[in-house]
Nanobody, 119 residues
Framework: QVQLVESGGGLVQAGESLRLSCAAS????????MGWFRQAPGKEREFVAG????????YYADSVKGRFTISRDRPKSTVYLEMNNLNPEDTAVYYCAARRGGASDYGYWGQGTQVTVSS
């Protein structure tokens, strides 16, 4: 199956920025959707951002819109999440995910990377 590996998490102060990366084992994701999810302690996993592999159309959760930017590098099979103006509520494990074209659910997940924002 497709393997996804996240990196770039860490500890930052409120107001600072961080960029997450997700490297995929596949080189082609025709009609796929790539996404970022996060899960804070004691909370359900939630959608953060998604991007279509072909055209790069981006989607964001209201909580991060205007602060986070998702992008992808197709030749490198990598998706990024640029997180700006971080706040403590952004603290969570961030997961990279992939969804096949025509699929209703994200079927492939990375192991997660921890993002901690202090104030």
């Amino acid at each position: 199956q497709v393997q996804l590996v996240e990196s770039g998490g860490g500890l930052v102060q409120a107001g600072e920025s961080l960029r997450l990366s997700c490297a995929a084992s596949e080189r082609t994701f025709t009609n796929w959707m790539m996404g970022w999810f996060r899960q804070a302690p004691g909370k359900e996993r939630e959608f953060v951002a998604g991007i279509t592999w072909n055209l790069g159309t981006a989607y964001y959760a209201d909580s991060v819109k205007g602060r986070f930017t998702i992008s992808r590098d197709r030749p490198k099979s990598t998706v990024y999440l640029e997180m700006n103006n971080l706040n403590p509520e952004d603290t969570a494990v961030y997961y990279c995910a992939a969804r096949r074209g025509g699929a209703s659910d994200y079927g492939y997940w990375g192991q997660g990377t921890q993002v901690t924002v202090s104030s």
